[in-house]
């Protein structure tokens, strides 16, 4: 509880955060070369650390003690966070605590995740999977739809650098609490602490290539994370098509995080009386069957309740899948399985936000949801034909 309660405040920082460098770009005077690309810089400052450091971080992860990583990582964003009202306006400078806050976030996240089997038994992995993974994605929501408001309010009531010095103290509480976490690691040899990345890098890769359940549990946990980043851009035209204004896109984003939450919390309680059921496989289905009916709705109502079936699939894939990578991931290759899978799922979720909104534009909104219920389902289809006859032993 108390690695989530820090896992909570640390992730949903992360998203205010990003909410509130687009904020920022008002008072920052860019270089000529960016004057028409601020957001873009800063959306690549912002992820380029995942594509570049993701798996370098998981190496680091595997050797150095995960509970003081975490709590150094957290303290470290915080005081770069702080450094921002206190160094001069330049956008350059904003760039680069962009891109160093992110970096940093790069150990915590496969820190994090290495953890969690090492606090919670093996039969309890998948209500503690099922708390990590809506959380995690809970957070990609409600720290989007937050943000801006929370902001605005802490601004109004404590003026101009008040919000930097909001989101550094969200850190700073995430590290505070890491102090409380109570955690037996194994201990790491002196030999162990030596890094070779290139020849660390390609073992991680054999792992996985051999490893066919730690491999596919990682590309369906990819197409769930690309379909969520797709919608988060869909949502404005999807709420306008059901009768709600643009501007109350929420709604669709809360309806799934709602049913993310239920479909969760069922398999958090009884996810044993589910054991030999093909969950992730139903997921998909649902997914698919969502996405090809929401462009043809026009209730609200409807809407509401298919963005709450979107998030009650996305839980039957999420949850299981994770908690398959904890169980049949060895202790000593944790940190580098978890630094690939936020590397992956950084670009995932990077690719559809960049390209959603230009294929609508070009072929409709109809045809891109059609689109992507197909894919959904033939890649939900295919990923079970490959990972069904292991998954049963492990969830």
Do not use: C
């Not at 640390?10 to 509130?20: C, E, G, R």
């Not at 460098?21 to 992820?47: K, V």
């Not at 915080?78 to 150990?107: D, H």
């Amino acid at each position: 509880m108390v690695l989530w309660f820090g896992q909570v405040l640390s992730q949903i920082a992360d998203k205010v955060f990003f909410v509130l460098l687009i904020s920022l770009l008002e008072s920052y005077q860019p270089p000529q070369m960016f004057a028409n690309s601020m957001r873009s810089a800063l959306m690549i400052a912002f992820t380029l650390p995942a594509i570049l450091f993701g798996s370098a971080a998981g190496i680091v992860v595997d050797r150095l003690p995960k509970k003081p990583m975490m709590i150094a990582a957290d303290l470290i964003r915080a005081a770069l966070m702080l450094s921002i009202p206190l160094l001069p306006k330049q956008f350059i400078i904003l760039l680069v605590i962009t891109f160093l806050i992110s970096s940093v976030t790069q150990l915590f996240a496969p820190a994090e995740q290495s953890v969690i089997p090492l606090l919670v038994k093996r039969e309890n992995l998948m209500s503690a999977n099922a708390l990590f993974t809506t959380t995690m994605m809970g957070s990609l929501i409600v720290g989007f739809l937050i943000g801006e408001p929370v902001l605005s309010l802490v601004k109004t009531w404590s003026g101009e650098s008040s919000q930097e010095f909001f989101v550094a103290w969200l850190y700073v509480i995430a590290a505070i609490s890491g102090f409380f976490i109570k955690i037996k690691e194994p201990k790491i040899s002196k030999n162990t602490l030596a890094i070779h990345p290139w020849k660390d890098f390609k073992q991680g890769l054999r792992y996985l290539w051999k490893n066919r359940l730690v491999r596919n549990a990682m590309v369906q946990l990819t197409i769930l994370y690309s379909v969520f980043a797709a919608l988060t851009v869909l949502a404005f035209d999807l709420a306008e098509r059901i009768g709600f204004k643009s501007t109350q896109f929420g709604f669709l984003l809360g309806a799934a995080a709602i049913g993310l939450v239920f479909g969760a919390g069922i398999l958090g309680h009884w996810g044993d009386r589910f054991h030999h059921k093909p969950l992730p496989l139903i997921g998909f289905l649902s997914m698919a069957f969502v996405l090809a009916i929401f462009t043809f709705t026009k209730h609200k109502w409807l809407g509401l309740g298919l963005s709450a079936l979107l998030g009650l699939g996305a839980s039957l894939i999420g949850v299981p899948m994770q908690t398959a990578i904890h169980t049949s991931t060895q202790e000593s290759m944790r940190g580098k399985v978890f630094g690939f899978q936020n590397n992956v799922v950084n670009i995932a979720l990077s690719v559809p936000l960049a390209i959603a909104g230009p294929l609508t534009d070009a072929i409709g909104l109809r045809v891109v949801l059609i689109a992507m219920s197909i894919l959904v389902g033939v890649a939900g289809v295919w990923a079970w034909q490959n990972t069904r006859s292991v998954l049963q032993d492990v969830i």
